[in-house]
């Protein structure tokens, strides 16, 4: 059984911060990528931003400058520093993880946590 949690989501004013974090917890032997995703009402989920284990990382075009992925490998915990936040990032944000279990390799999902960005 692996979960991720999720946590660091709220309102904001535009132009203000928030961090949001996702701790992997279960029967873990590595993680690999591990990313956010969101998802805005009407709108298909996209990427927002991923890290390798090895710390290299992307982007999308719409956050690049203004967020920032990072991770904690000890503590099986990804990052995203989110920055100069406008209205059009308000979505709800999911981490998503590819663990490895017994030598399978699988994607997993966290549970969501709304952003709102007021302006």
């Known amino acids: 059984q692996v979960q991720l949690v999720e946590s660091g989501g709220g309102l904001v004013q535009a132009g203000g911060s928030l961090r949001l974090s996702c701790a992997a917890s279960g029967s873990i032997f590595s993680i690999n990528t591990m990313g956010w995703y969101r998802q805005a009402p009407g709108k298909q989920r996209e990427l927002v931003a991923a890290?390798?284990?090895?710390?290299?990382?992307n982007y999308a075009d719409s956050v690049n400058g203004r967020f920032t992925i990072s991770r904690d490998n000890a503590r099986d915990t990804v990052y995203l520093q989110m920055n100069s936040l406008k209205p059009e990032d308000t979505a709800v944000y999911y981490c998503?993880?590819?663990?490895?279990?017994?030598?399978?390799?699988?994607?997993?999902w966290g549970q969501g946590t709304q952003v709102t960005v007021s302006s």
């Open positions: 998503n993880a590819d663990i490895d279990r017994f030598g399978v390799l699988t994607g997993y």
């Open positions: 890290i390798t284990s090895g710390g290299s990382t």
